[in-house]
């Protein structure tokens, strides 16, 4: 069982940037992978950014590549997206969720968050 609480939202100008953080705890966190997802209101959740569960590989929506960067530090149970230059259209409730499997699909995640809101304001 992997519980999964995201931090680091707020309200942010185009341009800015904010870092979100995913705290676990359980003690299989290591064992899996991680992935952020948003949603905005009236709009489906849709695949932010994920990692594996050793750092190794990491996974980008074409939407945010360039300017979000997901990193884990295992020894913390915490997993960072970094976000750089944001835009309004940016503006939602992110999520963290833990899958055993590297996938961009959420229905492939088993865990998850309640989620902390980003807005961007123009």
Do not use: H
Request: proline share 2%.
């Amino acid at each position: 069982q992997v519980q999964l609480a995201e931090s680091g939202g707020g309200l942010v100008q185009a341009g800015g940037s904010l870092r979100l953080s995913c705290a676990a705890s359980g003690r299989t966190f290591t064992s899996y992978n991680i992935g952020w997802f948003r949603q905005a209101p009236g709009k489906e959740r849709e695949f932010v950014a994920a990692i594996r569960w050793s750092g190794g590989m990491t996974v980008y929506a074409e939407s945010v590549r360039g300017r979000f960067t997901i990193s884990r530090d295992n020894a913390k149970n915490t997993v960072y997206l970094q976000m750089n230059s944001l835009k309004p259209n940016d503006t939602a409730l992110y999520y963290c969720a833990a899958a055993l499997s590297l996938r961009t699909a959420y229905s492939a995640y088993d865990y998850w968050g309640q989620g902390t809101q980003v807005t961007v304001s123009s």
